[in-house]
């Protein structure tokens, strides 16, 4: 059995993820290629992935991908969370891991829906809402707020009625809009706001695309998100596979069979898994980059004992395992960045990466400090580490 080392993962990590000067790329479709999709639960998380990973390529043409020429599309899928994937994946996500949440969501809904007593039959409600939201946006795409006024059945909210502290009223408009996006019926639109905030237009989705197309079948579609997966994050285990996905044991087991994957021996003892035509990349030169949270790389893989010191998940993971901003220094994760009133960034390290390695990180530090032109980006899922750098 062929053995990848750790080292090699992370030279491929540099060269693959396009984080290493000499690999960098030059479009938002292409970084998200790379990547097999972007993280954008943070919307800004999107923009500075692009950043980390190009050179020349500004907000504004991050954005006019997204919105314009429409090459990349956001979708909720794996984990029931919020990517940008490149249009033609679309169909291989609406047929397998979207398709696996907009089952169970549509069960939660119609539970929560009855249990109110708004109606006795839930999953009939949630049509009904449905048809109702697809009616209204026939005229036009809306934000979430212009559909919650202009449409009865979105105007509902449910909760809040004991006097426990997480107990709060929560409107049913988003359950809707999140069950027909899954379901590829609708799409997130132009951003009604600054690129770095979340506020999303809907849409339909054939007034978005030029062509809207089928999904496919499960198999199909698991088998083609882990081609990509391998491509991008591989050699990884099956376990890292199963929790990127979020599906099953065998759905992972078929969906290797399926794309012909490579057992790999790697440096933990692990079975690793590869494409059939996966090369070594070779040596690399020591790389530095500033990532943001959620970021793709960060978030590839669940065994990440290879690239990050188990004793700095406590600072730089949430208690959720939601990653904040990471500091990188050859294909290790050795601290995080945040920005001060100004918009400067400014390093926060975890550990002594020496001379050449303060040098390299610092000129990722003024290089995103000038992409960002003193836009002051928030941060929901913030560290320990990101928190405590930005005391006083």
Request: aromatic share 8%; proline share 5%; with cysteine.
């Amino acid at each position: 059995m062929r053995s990848i080392s750790d080292a090699e993962r992370r030279h491929r990590i540099g060269v693959r993820h396009a984080l290493a000067p000499g690999h960098r790329l030059g479009s938002a479709e292409a970084v998200t290629r790379a990547l097999t999709v972007l993280h954008s639960t943070e919307y800004a998380s999107v923009h500075l992935a692009v950043a980390a990973r190009t050179e020349g390529v500004t907000a504004d043409d991050i954005d006019a991908e997204l919105y314009e020429s429409r090459s990349l599309v956001r979708q909720l899928a794996m984990r029931r969370t919020l990517f940008v994937f490149p249009l033609d994946l679309l169909p291989a996500a609406w047929g397998s891991a979207s398709a696996r949440v907009a089952t169970a969501e549509r069960k939660r809904i119609a539970k929560a829906i009855a249990g109110a007593g708004i109606a006795d039959d839930g999953e009939a409600w949630l049509d009904a809402a449905r048809a109702a939201v697809l009616a209204r946006l026939a005229g036009g795409p809306a934000t979430t707020a212009q559909l919650r006024a202009e449409v009865p059945e979105l105007a509902g909210m449910i909760g809040g009625d004991t006097d426990k502290k997480w107990d709060r009223p929560v409107s049913v408009a988003p359950w809707v809009l999140t069950h027909l996006g899954l379901e590829g019926a609708t799409l997130r639109a132009h951003n009604s706001g600054h690129w770095r905030l979340n506020k999303p237009t809907w849409t339909r989705a054939e007034d978005w695309l030029a062509q809207v197309p089928e999904p496919l079948d499960e198999a199909a579609g698991y088998a083609e998100l882990v081609r990509r997966w391998l491509g991008t994050f591989g050699p990884g285990t099956a376990v890292d596979v199963q929790w990127w996905l979020g599906s099953t044991k065998t759905a992972v087991t078929r969906a290797l069979a399926d794309v012909g994957a490579v057992e790999v021996a790697l440096d933990s003892g692990d079975t690793g898994w590869v494409l059939p035509d996966d090369t070594d990349v070779g040596p690399l030169e020591p790389w530095a980059a500033l990532l943001p949270t959620l970021d793709p790389t960060v978030m590839g893989w669940k065994q990440r004992d290879f690239y990050l010191d188990p004793a700095h998940v406590p600072y730089l993971f949430d208690t959720n395992g939601n990653a904040g901003t990471t500091a990188w220094w050859d294909g290790r994760v050795v601290g995080c960045w945040v920005q001060d009133d100004a918009g400067v960034v400014r390093l926060s390290l975890l550990e002594d990466v020496g001379a050449a390695g303060r040098e390299a990180l610092d000129r990722e530090a003024e290089r995103l400090t000038a992409w960002l032109g003193g836009t002051v980006i928030g941060n929901v899922y913030a560290s320990r580490q990101m928190k405590q750098a930005r005391l006083p």
